[in-house]
């Protein structure tokens, strides 16, 4: 699995111009499955994105907390993103094969979300968002720092 972390002051996803989901400061994750993604991937990419450390903490050191830091108001918002694991070996058409079915990917997309909020201390109530699996998104966020991070759990195994 393949996420796309950013640091955020808030971000939000429409659908059909309705909003279906919002937070405050917090992290935006594009999340992309890959066709050979196991639970195993799922959860580690989900506790990794709640443990980076990309926060300032109380005392104001950089660096020093993570999302779900007890000190902070802060949230993420998932959305699933199965073009992070296009390619373009041979032209410029992307080549998704590489990007697991939407059946199978809904399926473990859900689990990785269950394994986000389990995750996270107290269970993580009103801190876990998402957008609307497959559905067209608009996603829109205003970047704080910018701070941008890319993890991917097939380059844990390297």
Known sequence: MRAVV???QRASVDVDGATVSSIG????????????????DAKWLAGKVLKVRCFENAEGKSWADDVCAS?????????S?????????????????????PGPAKALYDRFLEHARSAW??????????????ASMAVSLVNDGPVTFVL??????A
């Open 152 to 157: 991917d759990s097939r380059a844990r195994k």
């Open 71 to 79: 000190t902070s108001p802060r949230q993420v918002l998932f959305v």
């Open 25 to 40: 400061p917090g992290l935006l994750v594009l999340v992309g499955i890959h066709a050979e993604d196991t639970l195993e």
């Open 6 to 8: 950013q640091r955020v």
């Open 81 to 101: 993103q199965f073009t992070l694991h296009g390619s373009f070996a041979g032209g410029n058409k992307p080549d998704l094969h590489n990007a697991m079915p």
């Open 121 to 134: 201390p107290g269970g993580g109530d009103g801190k876990i968002h998402d957008g609307v699996f497959g």
